[in-house]
């Protein structure tokens, strides 16, 4: 079993003339032409671990949260492969998809054709790099067998996390020996378990968390509403094969008046007026909060399934324009379309999928102008069973992994200390985190009460009291930053690779020194300050520990003798 290759800061390849022809084949990604000089660095990062994963394997997976330039990497990763000679197809699962492809190739230079139902003026079947839909491609090259299938020996797709059916599969088998590259947000099935018997690498990009900092993607700001109990949700059977709950019945529990009433409700105060997407259970649950939305006045429609793309297009146009407020589906638009300037997505219904969820969440956090968050309804508990859409996600291929089951796991244990876990307002129903936003809701500013008051404290102690934990806060953060820069400038390497180990030394560290309960959790924001040139005390300090430590080990290992 590979381990996943996680982003590591100062991996990065050349830019320059393409190797010859001449050059060993798996070494074709070695260089990266001129024309990537666009890429950010953790884009190159991301390809030069795809150099390395190619020399042994041949089925590579790559996970980029919507938003880090996917289409970027794509197209550097098309254009090395041209220089070198080789053949590729690209398949997309949406015509959007495919003309979003098509006009960053062009903007790369990278000559080409397009195989798509709906842009016949694009074809060119004679160019070395193919673009394709999915269903064009299945239905004139292996239905209709009108035509071969394009020969290519890179064969690059998206939505990697779907079973597309029959259909992708087929044509993916058609090309044995090529190399193949995956890419989605959430590599894992429905279910939950790895891609293990579709990938043998897997390459992890930034997280959620790293892409709002940096600005390519935008803040949720979550409102926690549930219409069903927990104890309802139990009681309703589990689909065997994708482990969520069984439709029909949800359906059925959903459908009831009081709770589709409830959904517009919470809209109408939370997000009126918004460019929302709402994910409901079926079309008949859909159906029925198109009308009631209706009934309110709102501008609502409803995309199925039975829908063609064309019309799955205009819809979407709608609401991009802002003709329709509220587009309603069943996980339908979790996959494939990027609609930045969506303001708001409600999830009408609970889950149990880790991909379901993050797939539609993904939808509404992409920045646009004027937009700096995106509002999250959350109706069905989704993010009390799965945890917080920035959470990072165990991804791996390991067959006996399942992200649904880790995240309920996670939360089930309660590993979080209290900063981390999530506050829940009373009076608005805004879920928010500590270390982000402090003590108070952010949308409200609703205080929760403390649940053991002080007693027979009067206020000037209170106020002493409070001076002296600030103190010992401050002194805490100030040694453990010492530490980490300790360890670092000790262990160079080992900091590099695995930081937080580091972290995690330097935090114990921080415990013993302040005299800290042994089960007290680091304090989240502790993960990402900046260490600090450690002052001779303290560096003293931390030798003294090594040496007692060395000493015990040898007494302890002497006494084992
Ligand atoms: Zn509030």
Redesign the pocket.
């Known amino acids: 079993m590979t381990k996943p290759l996680r982003l590591e800061l100062g991996l990065d390849l050349p830019l320059g003339e393409p190797l010859s022809a001449g050059a060993r084949a798996e070494n074709w990604l070695d260089v990266l032409p001129e024309k990537a000089n666009v890429l950010r660095d953790y884009q190159r990062d991301i390809l030069a671990r795809c150099a390395m994963a190619i020399r042994k394997h041949r089925r590579v997976l790559f996970q980029a949260p919507t938003g880090a330039g996917k289409t970027h990497i794509i197209a550097a990763l098309v254009a090395a492969a041209v220089e070198f000679g080789l053949r590729v197809l690209i398949l997309a699962t949406r015509t959007r998809l495919v003309r979003q492809l098509h006009e960053r190739l062009e903007s790369f230079g990278i000559s080409h054709g397009v195989i798509a139902a709906a842009l016949p003026g694009l074809t060119g079947w004679s160019r070395r790099v193919q673009v394709a839909s999915v269903d064009t491609l299945y239905r004139r090259c292996v239905v209709d067998a009108k035509m071969p299938l394009p020969c290519a020996d890179v064969v690059v797709f998206d939505e990697a996390h779907l079973a597309l059916g029959a259909s992708r599969q087929k044509i993916l088998n058609s090309y044995p020996n090529a190399w193949q590259f995956g890419f989605t947000a959430t590599p894992a099935k429905t279910s939950g378990a790895a891609l293990s018997d579709q990938f043998d690498a897997l390459i992890l990009g930034p997280t959620v968390s790293e892409l709002i900092e940096a600005g390519m993607l935008v803040r949720p700001r979550i409102f926690a509403k549930p219409i069903v109990t927990a104890k309802e949700l139990r009681a309703i059977r589990k689909d065997s094969k994708t482990g969520d709950y069984a439709t029909g019945e949800l359906s059925e529990l959903l459908s009831r008046p009081k709770l589709i009433g409830d959904v517009v409700q919470n809209w109408l105060r939370i997000a009126n007026g918004k460019r929302t997407i709402v994910f409901a259970c079926d079309k008949a649950h859909g159906t029925q909060l198109v009308t009631e939305f209706r009934q309110a006045g709102v501008a609502a429609e409803q995309l199925t399934d039975d829908d063609d793309d064309a019309t799955r297009e205009e819809a979407i146009a709608r609401l991009e324009s802002g003709v329709t407020k509220v587009l309603v589906n069943c996980f339908l638009l979790s996959y494939g379309i990027d609609i930045p300037n969506v303001e708001c997505v409600v999830l009408a219904r609970p889950t149990r999928s880790v991909v379901l969820y993050l797939q539609a969440i993904g939808r509404g956090m992409r920045p646009a102008d004027g937009k700096d968050h995106v509002i999250i309804i959350d109706h069905g508990r989704v993010i009390e069973n799965l945890g917080l859409p920035t959470y990072d996600r165990d991804w791996s291929l390991d067959s006996k992994s399942n992200v649904n089951v880790q995240a309920r796991e996670r939360l089930a244990e309660s590993r979080l200390s209290v900063d981390e876990k999530p506050r829940h307002?009373r009076?608005?129903g805004?879920v928010w985190l500590v270390t982000e936003d402090g003590s108070n809701?952010p949308?409200?500013g609703?205080k929760p009460v403390p649940k053991a008051k002080p007693v027979f404290v009067t206020e000037a102690e209170l106020e002493e009291i409070n001076a002296t934990l600030q103190e010992q806060t401050i002194a805490m953060e100030t040694f453990y930053r010492e530490a980490c820069d300790w360890y670092a400038s000790r262990w160079p390497d080992r900091w590099r690779i695995k930081e937080n180990s580091g972290r995690f030394w330097a935090w114990s560290q921080t415990r013993t020194r302040f005299k800290r309960p042994e089960d007290e959790r680091i304090p989240s924001r502790f993960w990402r300050i900046p260490p600090k040139p450690a002052t001779p005390e303290t560096s003293g300090w931390l030798k003294a520990q090594m040496i007692r430590w060395a000493k015990r080990r040898e007494k302890e290992s002497r006494a084992a003798a």
């Open positions: 307002c009076e608005c805004c809701c949308n409200c609703w």
